[in-house]
């Protein structure tokens, strides 16, 4: 379990680099450290454009993990039909949507309170 702060970054790091890799779009980062009773210190949040798409952006950020910090998620949930997939990192969650799953759920506006990073690709 991750607890130091370099730790963590490096992991949010490696997070958004597995995202990157695959062209994962929208990636947002909320910071959720300032809000009472949360149950992790950060959200990840992202689109892929299709079941198989979403399902290799969490393949490319499993792999990046696991490679570089021998990590890996405490928890995966959602990987069966590929719309809402789940990563718990424990201090880190990574919510990898489908476009209009995204849009239903909303799960930005439920932590309208998080501090929020629109993260830009590169290729952006």
């Excluded at 450290?33 to 959200?43: H, K, L, Q, S, V």
């Excluded at 849009?103 to 501090?115: N, T």
């Amino acid at each position: 379990m991750l607890d130091k702060k370099g730790d963590v970054d490096n992991l949010i790091s490696l997070i958004l680099n597995g995202i990157e890799e695959v062209k994962g779009l929208d990636i947002q980062l909320l910071d959720l450290r300032e809000i009472e009773n949360t149950a992790c210190d950060y959200f990840i949040i992202c689109n892929g454009t299709s079941n198989t798409h979403v399902n290799a952006v969490v393949g490319s950020i499993q792999k990046i993990v696991s490679k570089t910090i021998q990590d890996k998620p405490w928890h995966v949930e959602g990987s069966e039909n590929g719309e809402w997939v789940l990563l718990d990192y424990v201090n880190v969650v990574v919510h990898v949507f489908q476009k209009h799953i995204r849009e239903y759920y909303d799960i930005e506006s439920l932590w309208g309170d998080a501090k929020v990073t629109a993260i830009t690709s590169p290729s952006n």
